[in-house]
């Protein structure tokens, strides 16, 4: 069985200031972990994603993550917040399986202050 | 990249009426459709897996009579809320996987934009 976990419901950084959101997975097989951030009242867009390869793993707007097989965890970070960063981001972590959906963590919102 | 489209985005209803939501695929075929359920300020749980050609596949818990799925061709699934209550009222997002695609092995999805179900 497969598990997230996001420490820390609420995050409140700073415009300018370091990002980082925290995520440990929990998987039986070697795998697949993704960050998605979601705005109000809309669905979920792809931030990053870890398949294979590289473990430090760059995104769109300037977010990058790092898997670290040791301390399994895949947090999220940004050099510096910006306003329009203030959202809901949610890791999850799959096996790979066709047929199998995503597992969430709890997510985190994310506030900018300026 | 691959566009899940989801139709209506927004739907006030009666106690007792029905409503459906559409999930499509636009630019890829999804022989595999998820449908998730968010409350406010919480996170996605999972209510049942979309199967084209077959019956969908529910989680513990999720009551198939109530949340009717339909997966009728490769780039269409749909939710129907029956005789919805206000305790149905919620955020229901669906998700796609492009099994043919460069993502097919990863589990990526792909997902709407969400409805928001209120029920009065």
């Known amino acids: 069985a497969q598990s997230v976990t996001q420490l820390g419901s609420h995050v409140s950084v700073s415009e300018g200031a370091l990002v980082l959101l925290r995520c440990n997975y929990s998987?039986?097989?070697?795998?697949?972990l993704f960050w998605y951030v979601q705005y109000p009242n809309q669905g979920l867009q792809l931030l990053l994603k870890?398949?294979?390869?590289?473990?430090l793993v760059k995104g769109i707007n300037g977010f990058e993550a790092e898997f670290k097989k040791s301390e399994t965890s895949f947090h999220l970070t940004k050099p510096s917040a910006h306003m329009s960063d203030a959202a809901e981001y949610f890791c999850a972590v799959s096996e790979g399986l066709r047929r199998r959906a995503l597992t969430f963590g709890s997510g985190t919102r994310l506030q900018v202050q300026p | 990249g691959a566009v899940v489209s989801q139709h209506p985005s927004r739907v006030i209803c009666k106690s007792g009426t029905s409503v459906k939501i559409e999930c499509r695929s636009l630019d890829f075929q999804a022989t595999t459709m998820f449908w998730y359920r968010q409350f406010p300020k919480q996170s996605l749980m999972l209510m049942a897996t979309s199967n084209e050609g077959s019956k969908a596949t529910y989680e513990q818990g999720v009551e198939k009579d109530k949340f009717l799925i339909n997966h009728a061709s490769l780039t269409l699934s749909t939710l129907t809320v029956t005789s919805a209550h206000p305790e149905d009222s919620s955020f229901y997002i669906c998700s796609a996987r492009d099994v043919y695609g460069t993502t097919k092995n990863t589990g990526e999805l792909f997902f709407g934009e969400g409805s928001r179900l209120t029920v009065l």
């Open positions: 998987s039986s097989v070697p795998p697949y």
């Open positions: 870890y398949t294979t390869g590289a473990t």
